[in-house]
Nanobody
Framework: RGPLVESGGGSVQAGGSLRIACVFT?????MAWFRQVPGKEREGVAA????????YYAASVKGRFTLSLDSAKNTLYLQMNSLKPEDTATYYC??????????????????????WGQGTQVTVSP
């Protein structure tokens, strides 16, 4: 598989917005955003099934974050609004299998994903 390349991270005050992007070469059955802070496990934020457009969110971001996929540009986006200090993390783009789609219940689990980007830092100050 080709690499995943994220961009768009940065620093923002609480209540602000950021959009991060991930350029990919080959879509998979699921594409997702994860985040991780030092000392903690990688957390699934949002995942989408490109074949039908169904998208799922972690409870902690639902209503504030929006995942979108521009297939023409091979780009996955994560629009983050109403950011909170606890959203501070390194955000990773991930692509799942090209052979089988995971169950919806597993769409936000890191072990379902095969290819990862290098990560982009998002910092939210109080």
């Amino acid at each position: 598989r080709g690499p995943l390349v994220e961009s768009g991270g940065g620093s923002v005050q609480a209540g602000g917005s950021l959009r991060i992007a991930c350029v990919f070469t080959d879509a998979a059955y699921t594409m997702a955003w994860f985040r991780q802070v030092p000392g903690k496990e990688r957390e699934g934020v949002a995942a989408t099934y490109p074949a039908n457009g169904n998208t799922y969110y972690a409870a902690s971001v639902k209503g504030r974050f929006t995942l979108s996929l521009d297939s023409a540009k091979n780009t996955l986006y994560l629009q983050m609004n109403s950011l909170k200090p606890e959203d501070t993390a390194t955000y990773y783009c991930a692509a799942g299998s090209t052979h089988v789609a995971p169950l919806i219940s597993r769409a936000l689990l890191a072990e379902e994903y095969r290819t990862w980007g290098q990560g982009t830092q998002v910092t939210v100050s109080p």
